[in-house]
């Protein structure tokens, strides 16, 4: 069973910087595709970055293209999330997730198997 924990959220003020990881174990992800998603309150979890296992490449929002960096360390069985420029709206919990999704379902949170516990990200003006 793979277990994903998060890290690394906080209160941060606005074009602050923060960067989040994603720690996996359990088993070697290597062949799948790692993701980011968040969840705004009252809103549905939307998609943030991924890296594509078959691409490889990175994939972004357009809400946080420019100002978040995906990376990944296969060897570490981890990835993280560099975020800067922080605005208030991108307040959320901040979940890390695993699976093996088609390029074209890539930002489709239900094509993902695994999911972390989620780490709360509050940007203030």
């Known amino acids: 069973q793979v277990r994903l924990v998060e890290a690394g959220g906080g209160l941060v003020q606005t074009g602050d910087s923060l960067t989040l990881s994603c720690e996996a174990s359990g088993g070697a992800l290597s062949g799948y595709t790692m993701a980011w998603f968040r969840q705004a309150p009252a809103k549905d979890r939307e998609f943030v970055a991924a890296?594509?296992?078959?691409?490889?490449?990175?994939y972004y929002a357009e809400a946080v293209k420019g100002r978040f960096t995906f990376a990944r360390d296969n060897a570490k069985n981890s990835a993280s999330l560099q975020m800067n420029n922080l605005r208030p709206e991108d307040t959320a919990v901040y979940y890390c997730a695993v699976g093996r999704p088609i390029l074209s379902s890539l930002r489709d949170e239900d094509m993902y198997y695994y999911w972390g516990q989620g780490t709360q990200v509050t940007v203030s003006l």
């Open positions: 890296f594509s296992a078959t691409a490889r490449r990175t």
